[in-house]
């Protein structure tokens, strides 16, 4: 019987706490901060050559690379901001300068780059991308692919100013 | 028949280490691999067959090799071990040398790299261990549980690590290997009695003399 007892208030205490966090998760776009901006990821920056030139495709292609630049806070797309995109791929090492490129965002903050294969390196099938503009603070991302055979790859940014 | 179970036991060790070999060197990401990365990753393959041959020399299982010449055979492949850690480590840092640097520092975005870390260092501490254990003057007892401890950091170290790659070794042979070792692993340490209490490093124990 005890047992029973402890159960049930075990059961109404983690009851009780997700519906807190419930709550305050929904009460939270609500606050004045709004969108938070994106960290950078650890390991974003590896293999990051400075001014990789804007290009219509990186090498052959095959792969796309897409994704959206906001503004922190009120969340609104911007506008031909740079994006520097890198990865190991079928035509050259993450090092390399042929694996690199950059490309602007639309009028929605959307960009998307045609790239080579991406190839699992150093145990992980994994890209990167730069903000290294100046107008707002540097991030760099290293998103995965959910498998080493995906034709593409998202990674979405959030800015705050410098 | 004594020498078919010798020819078995031997094809069967032969053919858990090098069927992965051999599967790995299929693998398409060579394509686009250069050639100290190739050598890094097999390094890695090579040390993690390794790991599955040490229990099997100490606990005197493969046929020619009982007793002492078993127990000189695992000591210089503790030595071949670590330079096989030591190839894989280089290879990896000449290939990309920001990733092994998070990698050691253990700041890398992969999951497996710290398992890989310290089942180096625990491989390092060991190989040091084993080479100056008599200028040390390590009592048995402080050396066998030394040992033991760092055997299971190293054996379970390496499995998690090679198990949550996704490299060139292909995943059935890979994880087939990864449970040989810990198999391997589990077998010696209960035979030689290594957390009983009166066990010696020999595996004998008082109340069950060999």
Redo the contacts between chains.
């Keep these: 019987m005890t047992s029973l007892v402890l159960d049930r208030r075990n059961l109404l205490v983690a009851g009780g706490s997700v519906l807190a966090t419930g709550v305050s998760g929904l009460l939270v776009p609500a606050r004045a901060q709004g969108v938070a901006p994106t960290p950078s990821?650890?390991?974003?920056?590896?293999?990051y050559r400075k001014g990789a030139k804007i290009v219509d495709r990186i090498g052959k292609g095959g792969f796309w690379m897409s994704g959206t630049v906001r503004r922190a806070g009120d969340g609104s797309p911007l506008a031909g901001q740079r994006i520097q995109i890198w990865a190991?791929?079928?035509e050259g090492?993450?090092?390399e300068p042929q694996s690199h490129g950059a490309t602007l965002t639309d009028k929605d903050g959307k960009f998307r780059l045609e790239m080579p294969q991406i190839?699992?390196?150093?145990?992980?099938?994994h890209g990167h991308l730069a903000y290294d503009s100046g107008e707002f603070k540097t991030v760099f991302l290293?998103p995965l692919m959910k498998s080493?055979k995906d034709k593409s790859l998202e990674a979405h940014f959030v800015l705050q100013p410098a | 028949m004594r020498l078919a179970r010798v020819a078995l036991i031997w094809a069967a060790l032969v053919a858990a280490i090098c069927l992965p070999v051999a599967l790995a060197a299929t693998s398409d990401l060579h394509t686009w691999r250069g050639p100290v990365y190739i050598l890094a990753g097999f390094a890695g393959i090579i040390a993690l067959g390794l790991v599955l041959v040490q229990p099997l020399l100490i606990g005197g299982y493969l046929p020619g090799l009982p007793g002492y010449r078993g127990r000189r055979a695992h000591y210089w492949i503790g030595g071949a071990l670590v330079v096989a850690v030591l190839i894989h480590v280089g290879g990896l840092w000449i290939s990309s040398p920001p990733d092994m640097i998070d990698a050691l520092l253990f700041v890398s975005p992969t999951p497996f790299s710290p398992f890989g870390v310290i089942a180096m260092w625990a491989i390092f501490a060991v190989a040091l261990m084993a080479a100056f254990r008599r200028r040390l003057g390590l009592a048995p007892r402080t050396w066998r549980i030394g040992h033991m401890f760092l055997a299971v950091v190293i054996v379970i170290g390496s499995v998690v690590h090679g198990l949550l790659i996704d490299g060139t070794m292909e995943t059935m042979s890979k994880a087939a290997l990864c449970a040989l070792v810990v198999l391997a692993a589990i077998k010696v340490m209960v035979d030689r009695r290594v957390f009983r209490k009166g066990a010696t490093s020999r595996g004998e124990s008082a109340a069950n003399p060999l």
């Design positions: 990821m650890s390991g974003g920056a590896n293999n190991h791929t079928t090492q993450e090092h190839v699992p390196i150093f145990g992980q099938p290293r080493a």
